[in-house]
């Protein structure tokens, strides 16, 4: 088996251990990755149908009645894999345990994700407010995103957009108001002049944090905004 229990995989994601040595992160094997190609074969993925907007997955691969009553303000969304085991313990990882190596193992699932995409100008990371970034030490989005835009060579801009308001966690929250949660919560001080942004976060959900940011950045003179995830959660 490549994928292990819930518990040996919090065990051997030990930080010493991702430096030391040069094995899978999810089973041990030895291997010139980071994740082997079995593990990487049984990562849970998107299903294949899915609604092009919200990726949620669909009976045809057409957009879905929601996003057609309400589309989002992005105009075009990646994610690499689905926000369940094994994927959901590295990117708690990262977040609560602060496992930073993990950050650019997470951002290359995303890179095979957008080989054949164009490239935007700029990566935005999905701001945390001040009090929150304090309290964890370190954004993950951004940790994400410093990676991305190593490989791709897009302008990383880690503080156009800040979040000004404290919310509280969206987990938290129901999804039905995750959208008024974080209405308003953002600013951008930087016009972007017609330019093609792309937003990142680990995980979307209901996706109302990203696209609360990504019609922020639209009115500061966006031509596009794509957002970019890791992980797409689904309703249970």
């Not at 907007?53 to 669909?58: A, E, F, H, I, M």
Request: proline share 7%.
């Amino acid at each position: 088996m490549s994928i292990f229990s819930s518990g040996i995989l919090n065990r051997r994601l030990n930080f010493v251990q991702l430096f030391q040595h040069k094995h899978c992160v999810l089973c041990q094997v030895s291997d010139h990755r980071d994740i082997c190609a079995a593990c990487l074969h049984d990562l849970p993925r998107l299903s294949q149908v899915h609604c092009p907007s919200c990726l949620l997955p669909v009976p045809s691969s057409q957009i879905c009645g929601a996003c057609l009553r309400k589309p989002p303000a992005w105009n075009h969304v990646r994610a690499a894999v689905r926000y369940t085991y094994p994927v959901d313990a590295l990117i708690q990882a990262l977040k609560y345990r602060s496992e930073l190596s993990l950050a650019p193992i997470l951002a290359d699932l995303l890179l095979t994700e957008l080989q054949e995409d164009s490239l935007p100008d700029y990566v935005i990371p999905v701001p945390l407010h001040p009090d929150r970034l304090r309290d964890r030490g370190f954004n993950q989005a951004l940790e994400i995103s410093r990676h991305l835009c190593r490989k791709t060579g897009c302008k990383l801009l880690p503080a156009a957009c800040v979040r000004t308001r404290s919310t509280p966690s969206q987990t938290e929250i129901p999804w039905k108001k995750r959208k008024q949660n974080v209405r308003n919560a953002f600013i951008c001080t930087q016009h972007f002049s017609g330019k093609q942004v792309a937003i990142v976060d680990d995980v979307m959900t209901s996706g109302a944090t990203l696209n609360e940011l990504a019609r922020v950045i639209l009115r500061q003179g966006a031509g596009s905004v794509r957002a970019w995830v890791v992980a797409r959660a689904f309703p249970s």
